[in-house]
């Protein structure tokens, strides 16, 4: 199984119930109830006197990742729940029961186990799909459905109003500073093909809204780029296949979303400032890159099996907490940053921190565990050295390399890496844990003492 496919039991984010009517035992359809356990209902569609020929089809809920679920409780401070919401895509399960609609729109599913709970999908050319959760049998499912929304081409003080919708972008789209974007509800957006949405006018997420994001076959990969926003707040944005979101020249919050882009960057941030925070970033060639993000912060955020996480350039004053990288090559590169990383969590990846030009920051109360590197300064220009690294109070444990490597020399001739807990005692084998001017002439210094005899519990996600 793929990693694209093997997101739908892995997946996550807390996303409300559809909007759509979900009925007990009630009418609504003409379709006469039957003796066998059953799920019916009926169907309307606005415009649309004919409502037959909608395929109505149930699905067994999906079975959670219980590495993901193990995830979810030890750092709840991440808030992302998993849900049936977050992990499914009818695309890649097969229906256990099925049936179509009358003239009237009614329908009837039988043959279903009673006492069971589905996933319900309707489809149709007009509708596309859309989803109902906690579906049980013997009740009526009755849904009053808008009929496919489709944009191309270019928008002028036109605003966009969607709600509960199946949105389908069949071309390039540009919105202008004077078209506003408006979502309520549930709604599906839908790449027909490799796109880009532009979007300069201002968007709205209403509380309790949520914005899937699907290619229109799973290896559709679509852009949504925002510009020139002065205050975007964008929540609850679940990708459900590769997808990638750019935010350029803007003040924004990003927040209870997923995002993943096997072949490319899935967030991408350029000349901006604002937080990043309970999200999560998987199964992609980058997760994150953030240019000029000066004053920017992450947290609370999870980083999950990429080839690069996080990568960070260009920007002052940044923080990076609470966050968890796991599982990945490289969980972060910082060139050209000032900032402060603190109390985040970096396990069973290659490489944890890179280090390269014109950066001073400040790693502390972090906590490394069972990776092959866990700090390396790399010069990558031939500008006088300018860096200034201090990692003090961390946790280091199962190391495999190297705790500190540098490649380089830095701005002050000496790395103060004091007061950690390096998973022995024993100075021989902390110095095994170095590679500094002891192992190769021209190379800094790396002062280590003096160093925590035992596991510091202020360090990591879950420190106190």
């Not at 790399?378 to 006088?384: E, P």
């Amino acid at each position: 199984m793929s990693k694209l496919k093997s997101l739908s039991f892995r997946f996550l984010l807390t996303i409300a119930g559809m909007t759509l009517v979900l009925l007990n035992c009630g009418g609504g359809g003409s379709t006469e109830p039957s003796e066998q356990p059953a799920v019916s209902g009926r169907i309307t569609l606005e415009g649309s006197g004919d409502l037959s020929g909608i395929q109505v089809r149930l699905f067994n809920e999906v079975t959670l990742d219980a590495g993901l679920s193990a995830i979810s409780t030890t750092y709840s401070n991440a808030a992302f729940p998993l849900s049936q919401e977050s992990v499914f895509d009818h695309r890649q399960f097969s229906a256990v029961a099925s049936a179509t609609t009358g003239n009237d729109g009614s329908y009837e599913i039988t043959g279903v186990g009673e006492g069971s709970t589905y996933i319900m999908v309707v489809s149709s050319d007009d509708i596309g799909f859309r989803y109902v959760y906690n579906v049980t049998t013997a009740s009526a499912v009755n849904l009053d459905l808008r009929p496919v929304q489709r944009l191309s081409g270019n928008y002028f003080n036109q605003p966009l109003n969607f709600e509960n919708d199946y949105i389908l972008v069949e071309d390039d789209v540009f919105l202008d500073p004077n078209s506003n974007l408006t979502f309520s509800g549930d709604n599906i957006f839908v790449f027909g093909g490799a796109h880009t949405v532009t979007v300069r006018g201002n968007t709205t997420i209403n509380t309790g809204a949520n914005l899937h994001v699907f290619g229109e076959t799973i290896s559709t990969t679509g852009e949504l780029l925002f510009e020139n926003h002065g205050n975007l707040n964008l929540r609850n944005l679940l990708a459900h296949n590769d997808f990638k979101l750019a935010i350029d020249n803007s003040t924004f919050t990003l927040t209870a979303s997923s995002l993943q882009n096997t072949a490319d960057v899935a967030l991408s941030v350029f000349n901006s400032t604002g937080t990043i925070e309970n999200s999560i970033f998987l199964d992609s060639n980058v997760g994150a890159n953030l240019t000029q993000f000066n004053n920017g912060i992450l947290r609370n955020a999870v980083f999950l099996d990429n080839s690069t996480d996080l990568e960070l350039s260009q920007s002052s004053d940044i923080e990076v907490s609470y966050t968890l990288f796991q599982e990945s090559g490289l969980n972060l590169e910082l060139i050209g940053v000032t900032g402060n990383v603190h109390h985040n969590d970096f396990l069973s990846s290659t490489e944890n921190i890179i280090v390269a030009d014109l950066t001073t920051v400040s790693i502390t109360e972090n906590v490394f565990r069972d990776s092959d590197y866990n700090i390396r300064y790399q010069r990558i220009s031939h500008q006088k050295p300018s860096v200034d690294v201090t990692p003090q109070r961390n946790n280091y444990i199962n190391t495999a390399i190297y705790v500190v490597e540098l490649r380089g020399t830095t701005s002050i001739a000496r790395v103060f890496a004091t007061d950690n807990y390096w998973g022995t005692t024993q100075t021989t084998e902390i110095d095994e844990l170095i590679f500094d001017r002891s192992d190769l002439e021209g190379l800094d210094i790396v002062t280590y003492e003096p160093f925590s005899t035992g596991e510091l519990s202020t360090a990591g996600v879950n420190g106190s």
